[in-house]
């Protein structure tokens, strides 16, 4: 009987995880986008009218995204780094039906001084959208060093929703 329950047990957890874990980049909307070309489409984005991207974060999420509640305290972390480090913060909450570069939601935008691309796609990989799984810190601790990476992610599986 124990083995019947671990059986089904095991079955509904691959069911239910499988369901939440998605392609940041279905639709390939950033396969062999230069940093530029990305950079450059984000700001005619009408929510980015007149936002200055130097030293700069966005945290990009989307209504009814189910997936927003499990990267707000990688985000919180990601927030109180950009402080000490000097960046900017900029939250954008989009709409579920976007014709946009950004293919999911949450993912974020990091750009340097010269208004740069440093970063561009999820939080993280994985269920979590945690630190321990992400790309976010080594970026900054990175370009905290004076580096530059200009890292457009577009091949990660996660808990993440596509924009239409």
């Known amino acids: 009987m124990f083995f019947i329950w671990l059986a089904f047990t095991l079955a509904a957890a691959i069911y239910f995880i499988s369901g939440r874990l998605v ?17 450059q489409q984000l700001k005619e984005m009408g929510e980015l009218e007149g936002v200055n991207l130097s030293d700069t974060i966005i945290h990009f999420t989307s209504n009814n995204c189910s997936c927003t509640q499990y990267s707000e305290d990688h985000k919180n972390d990601i927030n109180k780094q950009a402080g000490l480090d000097g960046f900017n913060v900029v939250n954008i ?5 976007l014709e946009s570069i950004i293919p999911s939601t949450p993912s974020i935008l990091i750009v340097n001084k010269n208004e740069e ?3 561009f796609g999820p939080y993280s990989i994985g269920l979590a959208c945690s630190a321990s799984n992400g790309y976010v810190e080594t970026v900054m601790q990175n370009y905290a060093k004076g580096y530059s990476s200009s890292l457009i992610m577009h091949d990660a599986t996660g808990c993440y929703c596509n924009l239409d």
């Open 23 to 39: 392609t940041f980049d279905p639709e390939e909307k950033l396969t062999g986008k230069n940093s530029r070309l990305v950079i």
């Open 117 to 119: 691309l440093l970063y």
């Open 93 to 97: 909450n989009l709409p579920a039906h």
